[in-house]
Protein backbone atom coordinates (compact mmCIF):
# COMPACT_ATOMS: atom_id res chain seq x y z
CA UNK A 1 0.00 0.00 0.00
CA UNK A 2 2.70 2.50 0.85
CA UNK A 3 3.57 1.81 -2.73
CA UNK A 4 0.48 2.10 -4.36
CA UNK A 5 0.51 5.52 -2.07
CA UNK A 6 3.77 6.77 -3.15
CA UNK A 7 2.83 6.36 -7.14
CA UNK A 8 -0.65 8.30 -6.65
CA UNK A 9 1.54 11.11 -5.20
CA UNK A 10 3.76 11.32 -7.71
CA UNK A 11 1.55 11.11 -9.95
CA UNK A 12 -0.76 13.67 -8.43
CA UNK A 13 2.33 16.16 -8.11
CA UNK A 14 3.57 15.55 -11.85
CA UNK A 15 0.33 16.02 -13.68
CA UNK A 16 -0.54 19.05 -11.32
CA UNK A 17 2.79 20.51 -12.11
CA UNK A 18 5.21 20.35 -15.11
CA UNK A 19 3.67 17.89 -17.13
CA UNK A 20 -0.14 19.37 -16.72
CA UNK A 21 1.19 23.04 -17.90
CA UNK A 22 3.28 21.80 -20.44
CA UNK A 23 0.18 19.58 -21.51
CA UNK A 24 -2.29 23.07 -21.44
CA UNK A 25 0.40 24.69 -23.60
CA UNK A 26 0.78 22.05 -26.01
CA UNK A 27 -3.09 21.20 -26.28
CA UNK A 28 -3.30 22.37 -30.09
CA UNK A 29 -0.29 20.16 -30.94
CA UNK A 30 -1.78 17.40 -29.08
CA UNK A 31 -5.29 17.68 -30.35
CA UNK A 32 -4.26 18.20 -33.93
CA UNK A 33 -1.44 15.05 -33.42
CA UNK A 34 -4.13 12.34 -31.79
CA UNK A 35 -6.92 13.51 -33.94
CA UNK A 36 -6.85 10.22 -36.01
CA UNK A 37 -7.27 8.23 -32.40
CA UNK A 38 -10.07 10.57 -31.22
CA UNK A 39 -11.82 9.60 -34.28
CA UNK A 40 -11.81 6.34 -33.50
CA UNK A 41 -13.39 6.51 -30.25
CA UNK A 42 -15.88 9.10 -31.33
CA UNK A 43 -17.15 6.90 -33.90
CA UNK A 44 -16.72 3.90 -31.42
CA UNK A 45 -19.15 5.53 -28.83
CA UNK A 46 -21.32 6.51 -32.00
CA UNK A 47 -21.97 3.56 -33.21
CA UNK A 48 -22.96 1.96 -29.81
CA UNK A 49 -25.63 5.05 -29.71
CA UNK A 50 -24.79 5.99 -26.05
CA UNK A 51 -25.87 8.68 -24.73
CA UNK A 52 -24.01 9.17 -20.90
CA UNK A 53 -20.02 8.80 -21.76
CA UNK A 54 -17.17 8.69 -19.08
CA UNK A 55 -13.91 10.26 -20.55
CA UNK A 56 -11.11 8.86 -18.19
CA UNK A 57 -8.21 10.51 -18.21
CA UNK A 58 -9.76 13.41 -20.16
CA UNK A 59 -6.71 15.50 -20.14
CA UNK A 60 -7.82 19.51 -21.89
CA UNK A 61 -10.67 17.87 -23.09
CA UNK A 62 -10.66 16.93 -26.97
CA UNK A 63 -11.86 13.74 -26.85
CA UNK A 64 -14.64 14.74 -24.15
CA UNK A 65 -15.52 17.48 -26.56
CA UNK A 66 -15.93 15.64 -29.76
CA UNK A 67 -17.86 12.70 -27.70
CA UNK A 68 -20.39 15.65 -26.71
CA UNK A 69 -20.62 16.90 -30.11
CA UNK A 70 -21.48 13.72 -31.39
CA UNK A 71 -23.80 12.95 -28.97
CA UNK A 72 -25.66 16.22 -30.07
CA UNK A 73 -28.09 18.04 -27.04
CA UNK A 74 -29.46 14.68 -26.23
CA UNK A 75 -26.25 12.95 -24.66
CA UNK A 76 -23.91 14.19 -22.26
CA UNK A 77 -19.90 13.51 -21.53
CA UNK A 78 -18.24 13.70 -18.26
CA UNK A 79 -14.55 14.03 -18.17
CA UNK A 80 -12.42 13.03 -15.72
CA UNK A 81 -8.90 13.55 -14.74
CA UNK A 82 -6.13 14.30 -12.05
CA UNK A 83 -4.73 17.26 -13.34
CA UNK A 84 -6.02 20.47 -11.72
CA UNK A 85 -4.45 22.48 -15.00
CA UNK A 86 -5.88 19.97 -17.42
CA UNK A 87 -9.34 20.37 -15.98
CA UNK A 88 -9.66 23.83 -15.83
CA UNK A 89 -8.53 24.04 -19.31
CA UNK A 90 -11.01 21.28 -20.38
CA UNK A 91 -14.09 23.82 -18.71
CA UNK A 92 -13.01 26.42 -19.92
CA UNK A 93 -13.33 24.60 -23.33
CA UNK A 94 -16.75 23.44 -22.89
CA UNK A 95 -17.77 26.87 -21.78
CA UNK A 96 -16.51 28.71 -24.92
CA UNK A 97 -18.59 25.74 -27.27
CA UNK A 98 -21.47 25.58 -24.89
CA UNK A 99 -20.73 21.73 -25.05
CA UNK A 100 -23.03 18.83 -23.56
CA UNK A 101 -19.71 18.31 -21.16
CA UNK A 102 -18.46 18.34 -17.81
CA UNK A 103 -15.81 17.75 -16.04
CA UNK A 104 -14.64 16.31 -12.59
CA UNK A 105 -11.03 16.85 -10.99
CA UNK A 106 -10.35 13.22 -9.50
CA UNK A 107 -8.61 10.01 -9.50
CA UNK A 108 -10.79 7.38 -11.56
CA UNK A 109 -9.49 4.88 -9.30
CA UNK A 110 -10.74 6.35 -6.39
CA UNK A 111 -13.18 8.45 -7.19
CA UNK A 112 -17.18 8.24 -5.77
CA UNK A 113 -19.10 8.27 -9.27
CA UNK A 114 -22.47 7.98 -9.15
CA UNK A 115 -23.53 4.06 -9.79
CA UNK A 116 -25.30 2.66 -13.00
CA UNK A 117 -24.62 6.51 -14.38
CA UNK A 118 -22.96 5.86 -17.63
CA UNK A 119 -23.59 3.37 -20.89
CA UNK A 120 -19.51 4.05 -22.26
CA UNK A 121 -16.69 4.33 -20.96
CA UNK A 122 -13.62 5.58 -23.11
CA UNK A 123 -10.48 6.86 -23.00
CA UNK A 124 -7.87 8.08 -25.20
CA UNK A 125 -4.53 6.79 -23.82
CA UNK A 126 -5.84 7.80 -20.02
CA UNK A 127 -5.82 4.39 -18.18
CA UNK A 128 -2.06 3.58 -18.18
CA UNK A 129 -1.38 5.26 -14.72
CA UNK A 130 -3.56 3.85 -12.23
CA UNK A 131 -1.30 2.15 -9.17
CA UNK A 132 -3.86 -0.81 -9.11
CA UNK A 133 -5.77 -0.99 -11.97
CA UNK A 134 -8.08 -3.64 -11.67
CA UNK A 135 -9.60 -1.25 -8.58
CA UNK A 136 -9.64 0.93 -11.06
CA UNK A 137 -11.36 -0.83 -13.71
CA UNK A 138 -13.82 -2.13 -10.85
CA UNK A 139 -14.75 1.67 -10.06
CA UNK A 140 -14.98 2.14 -13.78
CA UNK A 141 -17.66 -0.85 -13.51
CA UNK A 142 -19.61 0.35 -10.76
CA UNK A 143 -20.25 3.79 -12.69
CA UNK A 144 -21.38 2.01 -15.92
CA UNK A 145 -24.99 0.36 -16.23
CA UNK A 146 -24.88 -3.28 -17.00
CA UNK A 147 -24.32 -4.32 -20.51
CA UNK A 148 -22.38 -0.60 -20.94
CA UNK A 149 -19.43 -0.50 -23.39
CA UNK A 150 -15.57 -0.19 -22.76
CA UNK A 151 -13.98 1.71 -25.58
CA UNK A 152 -9.58 2.38 -24.64
CA UNK A 153 -6.86 3.02 -27.27
CA UNK A 154 -3.58 1.95 -25.24
CA UNK A 155 -0.24 2.29 -26.71
CA UNK A 156 1.81 -1.20 -27.61
CA UNK A 157 5.43 -2.38 -27.13
CA UNK A 158 7.93 0.53 -26.63
CA UNK A 159 9.53 -1.19 -29.26
CA UNK A 160 6.62 -0.90 -31.82
CA UNK A 161 6.37 3.18 -31.27
CA UNK A 162 9.99 4.41 -31.92
CA UNK A 163 8.49 7.90 -32.14
CA UNK A 164 7.37 7.68 -28.60
CA UNK A 165 10.97 6.34 -27.02
CA UNK A 166 13.31 8.88 -29.76
CA UNK A 167 13.89 11.39 -26.96
CA UNK A 168 14.81 9.55 -24.03
CA UNK A 169 17.31 7.01 -26.18
CA UNK A 170 18.97 9.93 -27.54
CA UNK A 171 19.09 11.80 -24.80
CA UNK A 172 20.13 9.04 -21.89
CA UNK A 173 23.90 9.27 -22.49
CA UNK A 174 24.21 12.90 -21.82
CA UNK A 175 21.39 12.64 -18.72
CA UNK A 176 23.01 9.74 -16.98
CA UNK A 177 20.11 10.40 -14.03
CA UNK A 178 17.45 10.52 -16.24
CA UNK A 179 14.88 7.87 -15.07
CA UNK A 180 14.49 4.14 -16.58
CA UNK A 181 11.46 2.75 -18.04
CA UNK A 182 9.86 -0.08 -16.15
CA UNK A 183 7.51 -2.01 -18.13
CA UNK A 184 5.49 -3.42 -15.21
CA UNK A 185 5.47 0.01 -13.74
CA UNK A 186 2.34 2.59 -13.73
CA UNK A 187 3.60 4.78 -17.28
CA UNK A 188 2.67 5.08 -21.16
CA UNK A 189 3.59 1.35 -22.28
CA UNK A 190 2.10 -0.40 -18.99
CA UNK A 191 -1.14 -1.62 -21.01
CA UNK A 192 1.31 -2.79 -24.09
CA UNK A 193 0.75 -6.58 -22.48
CA UNK A 194 -2.49 -8.01 -23.99
CA UNK A 195 -2.51 -10.84 -21.56
CA UNK A 196 -2.16 -7.97 -18.43
CA UNK A 197 -5.59 -6.23 -20.07
CA UNK A 198 -7.33 -9.01 -20.49
CA UNK A 199 -6.90 -10.31 -16.66
CA UNK A 200 -7.16 -6.50 -15.08
CA UNK A 201 -10.38 -6.03 -17.35
CA UNK A 202 -11.81 -9.75 -16.56
CA UNK A 203 -10.95 -9.03 -12.80
CA UNK A 204 -12.47 -5.35 -12.75
CA UNK A 205 -16.02 -6.87 -13.51
CA UNK A 206 -15.33 -6.57 -17.39
CA UNK A 207 -16.66 -9.27 -20.25
CA UNK A 208 -16.48 -9.53 -23.76
CA UNK A 209 -12.98 -8.55 -24.23
CA UNK A 210 -11.38 -7.73 -27.63
CA UNK A 211 -8.09 -6.36 -28.02
CA UNK A 212 -6.71 -5.64 -31.59
CA UNK A 213 -3.75 -3.77 -32.86
CA UNK A 214 -3.96 -0.69 -34.41
CA UNK A 215 -1.31 1.56 -36.92
CA UNK A 216 -2.40 5.50 -36.76
CA UNK A 217 -0.75 7.75 -38.78
CA UNK A 218 -0.11 10.73 -36.64
CA UNK A 219 1.62 14.11 -37.72
CA UNK A 220 2.66 17.67 -35.96
CA UNK A 221 4.50 20.64 -37.32
CA UNK A 222 7.95 20.19 -37.75
CA UNK A 223 8.51 23.93 -36.43
CA UNK A 224 7.21 22.63 -32.94
CA UNK A 225 8.75 19.40 -32.46
CA UNK A 226 11.28 20.96 -30.44
CA UNK A 227 8.53 22.64 -27.76
CA UNK A 228 7.36 18.82 -27.91
CA UNK A 229 10.25 16.78 -26.60
CA UNK A 230 11.48 19.58 -24.33
CA UNK A 231 8.62 20.15 -22.63
CA UNK A 232 6.91 16.55 -22.66
CA UNK A 233 8.12 13.09 -21.32
CA UNK A 234 10.91 12.26 -19.24
CA UNK A 235 12.90 14.56 -21.35
CA UNK A 236 10.91 17.13 -20.70
CA UNK A 237 10.61 16.67 -17.37
CA UNK A 238 14.34 16.60 -17.01
CA UNK A 239 15.80 19.41 -19.07
CA UNK A 240 14.88 22.25 -16.44
CA UNK A 241 17.31 20.64 -14.23
CA UNK A 242 20.35 21.01 -16.16
CA UNK A 243 22.35 23.40 -16.60
CA UNK A 244 22.57 25.71 -20.09
CA UNK A 245 25.61 23.79 -22.13
CA UNK A 246 23.95 20.35 -21.66
CA UNK A 247 20.33 21.24 -22.51
CA UNK A 248 21.61 22.58 -25.72
CA UNK A 249 23.33 19.47 -26.22
CA UNK A 250 20.11 17.18 -25.57
CA UNK A 251 18.42 19.73 -27.77
CA UNK A 252 21.10 19.05 -30.41
CA UNK A 253 21.11 15.56 -30.49
CA UNK A 254 17.79 14.73 -29.71
CA UNK A 255 16.19 16.92 -32.73
CA UNK A 256 18.74 14.78 -35.12
CA UNK A 257 17.39 11.69 -33.46
CA UNK A 258 13.92 12.83 -35.08
CA UNK A 259 15.16 13.07 -38.47
CA UNK A 260 13.91 9.74 -39.91
CA UNK A 261 10.06 11.39 -38.89
CA UNK A 262 10.72 15.05 -40.62
CA UNK A 263 9.15 15.21 -43.71
CA UNK A 264 9.37 18.98 -44.79
CA UNK A 265 7.38 21.12 -42.61
CA UNK A 266 5.93 18.07 -41.07
CA UNK A 267 6.53 15.58 -38.80
CA UNK A 268 5.09 12.20 -39.07
CA UNK A 269 5.07 8.81 -37.35
CA UNK A 270 3.64 5.63 -36.94
CA UNK A 271 1.44 5.46 -33.67
CA UNK A 272 1.28 1.39 -32.26
CA UNK A 273 -1.96 1.23 -30.42
CA UNK A 274 -4.41 -1.58 -29.24
CA UNK A 275 -7.80 -1.00 -29.49
CA UNK A 276 -9.53 -1.96 -26.48
CA UNK A 277 -13.61 -3.48 -26.47
CA UNK A 278 -15.14 -4.94 -23.60
CA UNK A 279 -19.25 -5.11 -21.62
CA UNK A 280 -19.90 -4.04 -18.27
CA UNK A 281 -20.31 -7.91 -16.66
CA UNK A 282 -24.15 -8.01 -14.93
CA UNK A 283 -21.84 -10.61 -12.94
CA UNK A 284 -20.88 -9.29 -9.63
CA UNK A 285 -17.68 -9.09 -8.43
CA UNK A 286 -16.86 -10.93 -5.37
Not at 4 to 31: K, M, Y
Not at 63 to 68: C, F, N
Not at 163 to 178: E, G, H, I, K, S
Amino acid sequence: MDAERRNDDEQTARWNGRAGHAWVDLQPVLDEMFGPIEDLLVDAVSAEGAEHVLDVGCGTGGTTLAVARRLGPAGHCVGVDISGPLIDTARARAEREDAAASFVRGDAQEHAFEPGTFDAVVSRFGVMFFDDPVRAFANLRSAARDDAALRLVVWRDPAENPFMTTAQRAAAPLLPDLPVRRPDEPGQFAFADPDKVRRVLTEGGWAEIDIRPVDIVCTMPEKELVRYFTRLGAVGMFLPEVDEETRARVVETVRSAFEPFVHGSEVRFTAACWTIGARASAAKLS
